[in-house]
């Protein structure tokens, strides 16, 4: 306490006459404006964010003041002086000073080692800015549109990715060559030199896509002949080859080598009938319906799915679905032939199709080998095979393209920067319109914010700057204060006493 009056003797009126305050703004005591301890920094325009005409403007300090004192330059705006009406509690950073707070600096964005996500908000111009810059709307105006853009964009990378799951596939003709040679006996020659041949005859089974004539040729994926299909039989004469070497089969297997095409050579001169069976690999797999069931839905062989599909479709065409239980079906008298029930669930009807489904027909070719010609015989045979829709690579490549990605980001990041220096550049400017206006009031309001973020930073209980003065003292509730605390300083030493004497309190 630097000096006491007496009860009846008021202190020196200073000389300095504070501004009067505004409404909301908690005054302090006369003497005040000449007691505050010495600052070691000098203004700067970044260290104040007072906004014009506004009574509780944000001029407080920033994070803290023993880094602002070694520091010459800082970029984090100062707390404000407390909105109308508060004039208790801490000070309360407003919103606009937030969006200013965070500047182009490196170490306003870098946290823990990772950059700081950007969000569209930061990229959005302050209201002020736009008013004092009216070209600026049409930035805003891209603004939206992107948002629109990206928006439609995103629908439609999530069709495309819902669009992947469903199997794309396209139909196209597989032309199918089969041909035969002849080669007829040889007799040995006299000197030895060359030894002698029965005749025998040579079967080549081959195939190709046919070009549709859509899309880039050096796009399409040349596919082997065998992938096509999951086995080929080949059926000879039993009569001329006998039960054990009449059948040449090929079956697909994990370790399979695709090839573009087979072949089998056999021994003989004579006529030979073969059949070849073409059983299709079909991806996803296709069943044969029962022919009951498949004259009923009007589908021979289709996917699983397709085929329930169809078959949901003609209980719900012939609302055989129970109107109380909507889980049962009520077979009519077609359904109740081929599932052999009255009533069923629809979670049956998977497990009940399954004897009803078998493997597809293979494609039967018949071919006739005629010994003795001369010249080789060819036949062609166009059947439909299921491809990979081409569209199906080009919609890969589109989700997995981060070229454009890694460009647009570069261009959000320079946005980001520039926003980020007009929001500064709007933070100078607002000091310095609101110094040259009142300058009086704006150094008054800064010293209040100064001394507030002091406190809220030293964790300092009640007010020093008050407590330092004799008048703060002679208030009514002084005399209350010093009965309590003489009343708790008596119990204390009654207690010491009773301890020391072992005396216990009844």
């Not at 069709?159 to 040679?181: G, H, V, W, Y």
């Not at 003989?268 to 498949?294: E, H, M, S, W």
């Not at 078959?311 to 889980?327: C, F, N, S």
Request: charged share 25%; proline share 8%.
């Amino acid at each position: 306490m630097s000096q006491r009056f007496a009860p009846g003797q008021a202190p020196v009126q200073s000389r300095y006459q504070p501004p009067p305050q505004a409404p909301g703004m908690r005054p302090y005591p006369p003497g005040t404006g000449t007691s505050f301890p010495p600052r070691g920094f000098p203004l700067h325009p970044n260290t104040t964010q007072p906004v014009p005409g506004s009574a509780a403007a944000p001029v407080g300090p920033g994070p803290s003041l023993l880094q602002r004192a070694s520091q010459p330059s800082f970029q984090s705006g100062l707390r404000g002086s407390g909105s109308a009406g508060g004039g208790g509690g801490g000070s309360k950073r407003s919103a606009e000073s937030r969006s200013i707070n965070s500047g182009p600096n490196k170490g306003d964005f870098v946290t823990g080692g990772a950059k700081k996500k950007k969000k569209l908000a930061d990229k959005i111009l302050p209201q002020k800015v736009r008013d004092l810059v009216p070209e600026s709307q049409a930035y805003m105006d891209l603004l939206t549109f992107e948002r629109k853009l990206d928006a439609t964009i995103m629908r439609k990378r999530l069709d495309i990715q819902e669009a992947l799951k469903r199997p794309m596939k396209q139909k196209r003709k597989l032309r199918i060559f089969i041909s035969n040679t002849f080669y007829p006996s040889k007799e040995p020659s006299n000197d030895g030199n060359d030894e002698g041949a029965v005749a025998s005859w040579e079967l080549r089974v081959e195939g190709r896509l046919l070009e549709d004539g859509k899309g880039d040729p050096n796009t399409k994926i040349k596919r082997k002949f065998s992938s096509f299909f999951k086995s080929l039989v080949i059926e000879l004469d039993k009569e001329l080859y006998g039960p054990d070497n009449h059948l040449v089969e090929w079956h697909r297997t994990h370790t399979t080598q695709e090839t573009d095409g087979f072949q089998v050579k056999r021994p003989g001169d004579r006529n030979v009938r073969c059949t070849i069976l073409l059983l299709l690999d079909y991806q996803p797999l296709q069943f044969k319906l029962d022919p009951r069931l498949a004259r009923l839905l009007g589908v021979h062989t289709q996917t699983r799915p397709v085929i329930i599909s169809a078959l949901w479709q003609y209980i719900k065409t012939h609302k055989l679905q129970d109107a109380h239980e909507r889980e049962y079906i009520n077979c009519d008298k077609y359904l109740e032939q081929i599932f052999s029930c009255q009533r069923m669930k629809f979670a049956e009807i998977p497990q009940r199709l399954n004897p009803l489904l078998h493997p597809p027909d293979p494609i039967v070719i018949n071919h006739f080998i005629e010994s003795g010609a001369e010249n080789k015989q060819t036949a062609c045979y166009d059947i439909d095979v299921e491809v990979d829709d081409t569209l199906k690579n080009q919609m890969n490549n589109f989700l997995m393209s981060t070229a454009s990605q890694q460009e647009i980001q570069g261009l959000d990041t320079k946005i980001h920067e520039t926003v980020d220096t007009i929001n500064q550049m709007k933070t100078n400017r607002e000091f310095f319109l609101s110094f040259a206006k009142d300058p009086q009031m704006f150094i008054h309001r800064w010293i209040i914010s100064q001394t507030r973020d002091l406190k809220l930073m030293t964790d300092v209980v009640g007010n020093p700057e008050e407590e330092r003065r004799a008048e703060f003292y002679y208030q009514p509730w002084t005399h209350e204060a010093v009965s309590r605390y003489f009343f708790t300083k008596v119990n204390q030493k009654r207690a010491e006493l009773e301890q020391a004497l072992g005396i216990r309190n009844g």
